[in-house]
């Protein structure tokens, strides 16, 4: 079995759990906002933890959201620039872009996780949660968009090989 082809479904493996994931968060997400907001004007008397857990729980969700938007491949203004370009500046663009994704994201995961070793020991007031758990966000993420940005890559040059095969 070649290279890319594990890499594809490893890829999709990795897919599925992570749209699991993000599908959870999001019950979570409005079932938290449900009982801030049920607290707040139905009993009269407000929570604190479930504020700060929606704040951990929504950074979790919106940068596995962005990672599942990566494993897409496209990117809107550079996908509608590649289509008017034409299929081989196209090409060179969509690489570019993933290189360029690639890049940030393995800045994202170096520098998060400086950040969130250097705060590991910080608990959040009023849930007491360890920070490290929220701050470990952008190096997991930057780790998996930076997986999914050289599948992308990968995709990209298999795409254009099965092309030239073909003529």
């Known amino acids: 079995m070649n290279y890319i082809l594990?890499?594809?479904?490893?890829?999709?493996?990795?897919?599925?759990?992570?749209?699991?994931?993000?599908?959870?968060?999001?019950?979570?997400l409005v079932?938290?906002?449900?009982?801030?907001?049920?607290?707040?004007?139905?009993?009269?008397?407000?929570?604190?933890?479930?504020?700060e857990v929606l704040g951990f729980v929504f950074i979790w969700f919106t940068l596995l959201g962005v990672v599942l938007l990566t494993?897409?491949?496209?990117?809107?203004?550079?996908?509608?620039?590649?289509?008017?370009?034409?299929?081989?500046?196209?090409?060179?663009?969509a690489v570019f872009t993933q290189i360029l994704i690639a890049l940030f994201s393995g800045l994202m995961a170096y520098?998060?996780?400086?950040?969130?070793?250097m705060f590991r020991f910080e608990s959040s007031p009023?849930?007491?949660?360890?920070?490290?758990?929220?701050?470990?966000?952008?190096?997991?993420?930057?780790?998996?968009?930076l997986f999914y940005a050289h599948l992308n890559i990968l995709r990209l040059f298999a795409a254009s090989r099965n092309r030239t095969n073909r003529k």
């Open 111 to 117: 520098y998060g996780y400086t950040y969130a070793v």
């Open 6 to 28: 594990r890499m594809q479904r490893l890829g999709d493996r990795l897919k599925r759990l992570l749209v699991l994931i993000v599908s959870l968060q999001g019950l979570v």
């Open 126 to 145: 009023a849930a007491g949660i360890n920070i490290l758990w929220l701050n470990l966000s952008l190096p997991v993420c930057g780790v998996l968009i």
């Open 31 to 51: 079932l938290l906002i449900g009982i801030a907001v049920f607290f707040r004007y139905a009993v009269g008397r407000a929570l604190s933890w479930p504020e």
């Open 71 to 93: 494993e897409s491949g496209e990117h809107i203004e550079f996908s509608f620039l590649a289509n008017v370009l034409g299929p081989g500046i196209g090409k060179v663009l």
